[in-house]
């Protein structure tokens, strides 16, 4: 029934900035913990970004902190991931997850219950 739409990637030059959205039917965004993944082939799917249930607590990998800025908005049902100082080491499928919002699980796959189809993210050099 819970169905995540992700759009908003694309191409972009080094440097550049992409903003991620996820569109979030059948629930409501602010009762699951909200995070972005990303893949590229051959690798594990990565965690990058999440908004903890109740309290809305961001979380980050340390490879993105202080360049990505996840938030909601919760009138249009709607997560986010603005992504500023894109790197090519940033391209890769992201999804968009939601979850029960367990802490120790909060970093991992198999804490999140949806799955939107991923958008791709790509950076040139």
């Known amino acids: 029934q819970v169905q995540l739409v992700e759009s908003g990637g694309g191409l972009v030059q080094t440097g550049g900035s992409l903003r991620l959205s996820c569109a979030v039917s059948?629930?409501?965004?602010?009762?699951?913990?909200m995070a972005w993944f990303r893949q590229r082939p051959g690798a594990e799917r990565e965690f990058v970004a999440a908004?903890?249930?109740?309290?809305?607590?961001?979380y980050y990998a340390d490879s993105v902190k202080g360049r990505f800025t996840v938030s909601k908005d919760n009138a249009k049902n709607t997560v986010y991931l603005q992504m500023n100082g894109l790197k090519p080491e940033d391209t890769a499928v992201y999804y968009c997850?939601?979850?029960?919002?367990?802490?120790?699980?909060?970093?991992?796959?198999?804490?999140?219950?949806?799955w939107g189809q991923g958008t791709q993210v790509t950076v040139s050099s």
């Open positions: 997850a939601a979850g029960n919002g367990i802490l120790s699980t909060l970093r991992l796959v198999t804490g999140y219950n949806y």
């Open positions: 059948g629930g409501t965004a602010s009762s699951f913990t």
């Open positions: 908004l903890r249930r109740y309290n809305s607590n961001p």
